[in-house]
């Protein structure tokens, strides 16, 4: 990547385009009554789980997660009480039990919880949702906390996956970010999972951290191929202090340029090859018989709030504080303080937030994103036809994109846009071309590259 194609868009604020609008475009416009209703709506089709565990024992400062210290364990059984009487809630506005294919708990750290509570939760859910018996469930977990009789519980739980936090085995910069976590500590996790019949595991990774360099990323990716996770997610740190006010701890003096930025995700990227991962999407990374990989092979990889994903599901629910679904009929996001999504709950009421009803132009520039996002390219006139609108809707007025081909980072054939290798890093600024609302929330995302 050159110098000059650095400068130019290195340093914009982009989404990651998990979702389309993003979050920063919902409103208090979609209200309990409405999400009862798209509840109602999904009918016979297939469903996706995710449930929020806010809580975390530390704060790493690196974290852009909605999370809450606490070394009590009280305030985890309040909240779990009120996050079962939602899934029970919820499920009483479903016309019949809800076909489940996918469920993911996310954090915050899940495994904070206790092996009999994680139980209790997997039994609710069979009881209230119809569960497919080979449902994908996944958890993301922090290695310093997960002790045997958890990971025991997380296999007779019917766990499929496990989400493992690394982001840097590098002490000055694990010091920096206020998280320790030893080699050896990650390695027992993982031995500890898999004599528990939970053999997909994936690493998170990240790079432009504090102190962070080429070398100790390297060294990082040595390291964690060692113990042979089927894949890796590898995020680029947002610094956002304003945002994410723990941020401020963080030295920003200290943070890598958007070149040595580059540098170290495009290091971390050919090492990881050169193991025998393969290179997916903008970010994550699979052994060549894991189920992404096969999935970006046949045109068939997703992107969610999760990331890159397989779940191909038509509904997806979101359980606990902040969490986010997505229906047919568009997004809606719990509350985000825990106190004030309780005291909905305990009312008997859906503790809606906010949300987007979607609209038929949304649909298209959303599918015209995801493709970008998973394939780096996309047949606009084929997208554009799908869902009824002219070929040129999307290109007769769009100036950015016709930038990026004058500078080398696209070529187009017949509507087809597609990104040239050398500049996949920057598929994010090709997609937000075609985000029609960017313009109201840019200062809140992370840089391009």
Request: charged share 25%; with cysteine.
């Amino acid at each position: 990547m050159t110098d000059d194609i650095i400068a130019k868009y290195g340093d914009a604020r982009l989404p990651r385009y998990t979702s389309y609008p993003t979050a920063p475009k919902f409103s208090n416009g979609i209200t309990a009554p409405d999400y009862a209703g798209w509840i109602h709506g999904i009918g016979s089709g297939t469903t996706s789980l995710y449930l929020h565990i806010p809580f975390c024992r530390s704060m790493c400062w690196y974290c852009g997660c909605h999370t809450t210290i606490t070394e009590k364990d009280q305030p985890i059984l309040d909240y779990l009480d009120v996050l079962q009487r939602e899934i029970e809630m919820v499920s009483t506005h479903a016309d019949g039990a809800l076909d489940v294919r996918e469920i993911h708990f996310g954090g915050g750290t899940p495994t904070i919880i206790r092996p009999e509570e994680f139980s209790g939760l997997m039994r609710l859910l069979r009881r209230r949702y119809s569960v497919h018996r080979h449902a994908n469930i996944s958890v993301e977990i922090d290695p310093r906390t997960l002790d045997p009789e958890m990971a025991a519980a997380l296999g007779e739980g019917g766990v499929t996956r496990a989400s493992l936090g690394v982001q840097s085995f590098d002490p000055v910069v694990q010091k920096a970010i206020n998280r320790i976590q030893s080699e050896e500590t990650t390695a027992g996790t993982v031995g500890a999972l898999r004599r528990n019949g939970i053999e997909s595991i994936n690493f998170d990774l990240i790079y432009g951290l504090p102190h962070q360099t080429v070398a100790s990323c390297r060294e990082t990716v040595r390291a964690a191929v060692a113990m042979r996770p089927d894949r890796f997610a590898v995020f680029g740190y947002a610094h956002i202090p304003s945002f994410k006010k723990h941020q401020r701890l963080i030295d920003e003096k200290a943070l890598p340029d958007a070149q040595a930025r580059h540098d170290q995700a495009e290091a971390i990227a050919a090492d990881l090859v050169c193991a025998g991962y393969r290179r997916i999407g903008l970010d994550h990374f699979a052994l060549p018989d894991e189920e992404l990989a096969i999935a970006a092979d046949n045109g068939r990889l997703r992107r969610n709030f999760q990331g890159y994903t397989t779940d191909n599901c038509d509904a997806l629910l979101g359980f606990g504080a902040s969490a986010i679904g997505r229906l047919a009929n568009g997004y809606v996001q719990n509350e985000v303080p825990p106190g004030l999504y309780a005291r909905k709950v305990s009312s008997g009421e859906l503790p809606t937030a906010k949300g987007y009803s979607l609209t038929r132009e949304d649909r298209l520039r959303a599918d015209v994103i995801e493709r970008l996002m998973c394939d780096f390219g996309a047949d606009i006139p084929a997208i554009s036809a799908a869902h009824g609108f002219p070929a040129d809707f999307l290109l007769a007025t769009n100036p950015g994109l016709r930038d990026m081909a004058s500078d080398g980072l696209i070529s187009f054939a017949d509507g087809t846009i597609r990104l040239d290798g050398a500049y996949r890093f920057l598929v994010r600024t090709v997609a937000a071309t075609f985000d029609s609302y960017l313009a109201d929330s840019q200062r809140t995302f992370s840089k391009a590259a």
